[in-house]
């Protein structure tokens, strides 16, 4: 008999439906075609323990499981549970007329308990996309998959509880939440706040106009001076996401196996902060079976690297790319993915090996040939590409005994979303534009207009700084930022001259 049952294949963000079509005719082998990997084929072993543990039957006859698509590669244990009641049902143990309505996956342990799977929420809206009624899927992935309205999402613990609910024995519960409700319950929910900096309201300044703008940021300064402190509080200070953004985020999390148990969609803004030592596929993602690296993992959110210069050379110049496209393209011989990357960079480093060059009171015993060296390990194209350079002090000790109370991340969030919600209207129609840093040349041209005073101001500075073509695009872009924090309409020079101010990296002067 031929049976056919409904799987799903992940690759990069998006999922593709698989028709799993089981025969068995007279003979003894088995076989599994149609591309799978070695997990999949090891799989048949894995279903027969599984069946057996139900007080089943294994065909003991020629079984061939077609994966179709055929050249699409079938990777993973994800298609255990659909294999297995491909197998029942060819060999008339179970007779259900509705499996053409489902997608079912799961993997399976060989006692026949089902285990959770990656991507469940993109194959969930593939499954909508193409027509589905519903999923059964392990208990664990059920919840991630009933976000998407429309499907009707069956929670399995055990392949028994699917055998008896396609034999109408016993039905499976559903799961059902209210994206409203976690979203609501959830957003802006986080641990950190701005408050509990004392002190450095310089810094505080760039980081609001960088999260205005969602601009790139490099901290330089010595050792405890705050710089790791301030980084991860900036997504408390970033508006709160979209449905659609926190959509696209939990699918990246999803396929990556990253998304926390206890939560079934991402309402908080990432943050991801790699090791130094990381390498290169490691942050920007791939491997012999593509997945999403650090920059993809914080779409939408932040990325921090600490200790800037101590990260490879190799690994730093392959982000060059991604900070520009706001995207990774991945290439391999039998495969090409694309991962979003729209993050927001922060970088942080001493500005020196020992980290006390320019410190107030401590001396650097490095020497300006080490300094220059050190800082060299960060390319100009690189640093070209970070809209704001600011320099981090020491907090001074009076400061830290101050018992007044800092501004707390919900007062400068709602500057930062007044700023967002006027750039939002700004490029209202323009497509992949939505802050003042993801303005291409074309944009900056037309919004960011200067008048003669300030077309001076930015000329004496590009020169004196011997600034490059794309750090003028970038202290304009910073400039209309300010004004927008101002609600201004103009770019006014004090704007302009406080954008120029966040290029230290670029004076001739840091190194004396």
């Known amino acids: 008999m031929l049976a056919k049952t409904y799987s799903s294949a992940v690759h990069g963000i998006d999922a593709t439906t698989i028709s799993v079509e089981t025969h068995i005719t007279s003979g003894t082998q088995y076989f599994i075609v149609g591309l799978p990997d070695v997990g999949v084929k090891e799989s048949i072993q894995r279903i027969e323990s599984a069946i057996l543990a139900i007080n089943h039957q294994m065909p003991r006859q020629k079984i061939v499981i077609n994966l179709s698509p055929a050249d699409i590669r079938k990777e993973g244990s994800a298609y255990d549970l659909s294999i297995a009641i491909a197998v029942l049902t060819a060999s008339y143990q179970i007779h259900n007329t509705e499996l053409e309505d489902y997608v079912i996956l799961g993997e399976l342990s060989l006692n026949g308990k089902i285990n959770p799977i990656k991507g469940a929420l993109p194959i969930a809206l593939q499954a909508k996309r193409d027509g589905f009624k519903g999923l059964i899927l392990p208990k664990e992935n059920a919840e991630e998959a009933a976000i998407i309205d429309g499907l009707t999402i069956y929670a399995a613990n055990h392949l028994s509880e699917v055998v008896d609910h396609l034999t109408n024995l016993k039905r499976l519960p559903t799961a059902r939440i209210s994206i409203d409700d976690i979203f609501q319950k959830n957003i802006n929910n986080y641990e950190l706040d701005f408050s509990e900096v004392r ?56 396929v990556s196996g990253l998304l926390p148990s206890a939560s079934s969609l991402m309402t908080a803004r990432p943050f991801r902060a790699p090791h130094h030592t990381t390498s290169d596929v490691a942050l920007v993602g791939g491997g012999k079976n593509p997945r999403p690296g650090e920059i993809s993992l914080a779409h939408n959110g932040v990325l921090f690297l600490d200790e800037l210069p101590e990260f490879k050379r190799s690994v730093l110049e392959v982000m060059r790319q991604p900070l520009e496209s706001r995207n990774i393209t991945i290439s391999r011989a039998k495969i090409t993915v694309d991962y979003p990357s729209s993050f927001m960079l922060i970088a942080a480093m001493n500005p020196c090996p020992c980290g006390f060059y320019n ?16 800082l060299s390990k960060v390319s100009g194209p690189l640093l070209d590409r970070i809209d704001i350079h600011i320099e981090v002090t020491p907090v001074e000790f009076n400061e830290l005994l101050e018992s007044r109370k800092a501004e707390k991340s919900e007062a400068i969030r709602e500057r930062v979303i007044r700023a967002r919600n ?31 005073t300030g077309k001076g101001l930015l000329k004496t500075a590009m020169e004196r700084l011997n600034l ?45």
Request: with cysteine; proline share 5%.
């Open 199 to 254: 002190g450095q309201e310089n810094i505080k300044r760039a980081l609001e106009i960088a999260a205005a703008g969602g601009h790139n940021v490099i901290l330089i300064g010595p050792p405890g001076a705050g710089k790791t402190m301030l980084a991860k509080r900036l997504p408390t200070i970033l508006p709160p996401l979209t449905i659609d953004e926190s959509l696209e985020t939990t699918k990246i999390h999803s």
């Open 359 to 374: 410190h107030p009171n401590r001396p650097c015993i490095c020497g300006t040939a080490n300094v220059q060296k050190y």
């Open 422 to 452: 006027i750039q939002e209207c700004r490029f209202k129609g323009i497509s992949n534009i939505h802050s003042n840093a993801q303005m291409r040349a074309k944009q900056i041209r037309e919004i960011c207009l200067i008048d003669a």
């Open 468 to 512: 490059s073509a794309r750090a003028y695009d970038r202290i304009l872009k910073v400039a209309r930022t300010i004004a927008d924090l101002e609600q201004s309409i103009d770019i006014k020079n004090e704007h302009l001259a406080e954008a120029i101010q966040f290029r230290s990296l670029d004076r001739q002067s840091w190194l004396g």
